[in-house]
């Protein structure tokens, strides 16, 4: 199993302490056999989540010019009109998706194009499905436009657990549909802001994947 390079030092600093913790306990003659058991097995669960959370499993993606590629994987949570007042100033379809701590936390971008605009936002980490966590959390805009003129513009947003986004794009660079754009640790959402004439291709609960599901054809 590859692990994605956000994971590789949590890792490390993960395996030294819990090692660590478990030669102090084999030294302490006084520790029940009982206890030292459950240790064991708690420790090597949690282990195996971290290096399950930091997967980074090999896909083959398919570019697609029309249509706009699912920036991550997740439960569809919203699609709603809203008024996106950031960068746009106009109209969107809001498409949100939903990260939970089991789904793989790589984010892809959903188009190809120029990346026009970029900011990071410090913020609260209100739990990532709440109604305000979108201008309250932490997070980051980011708008790509595609080579007709289509202006795309996403968001990364941590939640209550994630604390770190991380992001690898910056204003002016060209970026390919399905390429990595970022990671969010520990549970997160995206939201992608779409021009209000798009076919959509999913639907409210739908479950995704980063970089092959279709959320809509421009």
Known sequence: MRIHREGKN????AFVFLLGT????????????????????????????LMYFFRDPHRVIFQ????????ADGKIVAIQKVYEN?????????????????????????????????????????????PKSSVNNERTTIVVEHAQGVQVLFRQIAGFLARRIKFYLQEGEQVY???EFGFIKFGSRVDVFLPLNVKLKVSLGEKVKGGISVLAEL
């Open 10 to 13: 949590i890792l490390l600093v």
């Open 22 to 49: 478990h030669l102090i306990l084999t030294k302490r003659c006084a520790i029940m056999h009982r206890n030292y058991a459950l240790f064991t097995a708690i420790s090597t669960l949690f282990y195996g989540w």
């Open 64 to 71: 697609q010019a029309a249509c706009v590629l699912a920036p």
């Open 86 to 130: 950031e960068y746009l100033q106009d109209n969107r379809i809001q498409v949100s998706v939903f990260m939970s701590p089991f789904n793989v936390h790589v984010n892809r971008n959903p188009i190809s194009g120029i990346v026009k605009f970029f900011k990071y936002h410090s913020g609260k980490y209100l739990v990532a499905w709440h």
């Open 177 to 179: 549909q399905g390429s």
